[in-house]
């Protein structure tokens, strides 16, 4: 299908972020992250490798990986038998450039120990610099790259990245290397469980886009997702980050036309995928630990609401499995 999307060349998701970006580093005491400099200038916020890291920082850093193009908030329920206390909800009126232009962690980013000079080092960036390097397809089909000389990248990632990948990163995005910042957050710290579940906009923009869905159909997205408490171990860490997007992930997209809200609302929950039903860490685990065996179906919210401007209907699909997220998380 050819999209009718038309990014505006004049918005640029990193002069968009450059004041969050600003504020995540003057306020690097409040948000417990440590703030380092390379011998370049780059600078390096760790927020959960060594550093404590904060809720705030999540919040923040989520922010910035949406290119400033969205809000980003969490909220305490207690009341009327709530799904989970904590919950964090997005909203963007730009989603396909806030969640695919700039959150999408769809950079690869490898190096070896060679290279490293010691272990071998990979993870994906995610954030608006991805907009400068445009080293996806994806941003050839957007019709869409940031020219401004300034960027912040995202990692989610166990240890702070060797100066060979920080190089390559300033290369591809042609910048001064003062003029890069790059956050850090590990799935098992609490700014990075943060981080990850406010993707869960994201996630059904690129379960649009896998789809075959015209993205210029997209309007509006809001969702929320609960947040669960970090676990200790990585691959449990992002068994709950992915439990709670695909078993607890609740969106509203709003689209142009009345049969792309049908076929959103009707395709995109994840209770459509092969591998729905188990805990994401258990999926993971049974495939050997390789992403590419689990149905890509999978990777979506559980239930979604889309409105269409064509008639004004909204239809809704998928459901919340509130069994299986008390039966990870809640103590027994």
Known sequence: MTSTFQADAAMSVNASSER?????IDDAARLHVDITRTDGGTVIVDAGVNAKGSADAGVLIARICMGGLGRVARRI?????????????????NPVL???????????????????????FFSLGSGPARALACKEPLFDELGYRDRHDRGALVMEVDRLPPKVVIDKVLKDCGLAPERLVIAVTPTQSVAGTVQVVARVVEVALHKTHVLGV???EIV?????????????DGIQAMGRT??????GGRVHLTVKSDAVAKLLAAELPSSNARDYGRPFADIFTSFNYDF??????????????????????TYHGGKVDRALLEAQWSAS
């Open 20 to 24: 969050l970006v600003a504020r995540l």
């Open 77 to 93: 329920a207690f009341d009327d038998a709530p799904l989970w206390p904590g919950f964090i909800e997005v909203h963007t009126s």
């Open 98 to 120: 806030a969640c695919l232009a700039s959150q999408y962690a769809g950079w690869s980013l490898a190096a070896t120990k060679e290279q490293t000079g010691g272990k071998k």
């Open 214 to 216: 015209d993205l210029g």
């Open 220 to 232: 509006e997205g809001s969702g929320s997702a609960p947040l669960p408490p970090p676990a200790p």
């Open 242 to 247: 992915n439990d709670a997007i695909l078993y």
């Open 292 to 313: 590419y065996q689990i149905d890509p179906a999978l990777f979506a919210p559980a239930e979604a609401w889309v409105s269409s401007l064509e008639s004004g209907a």
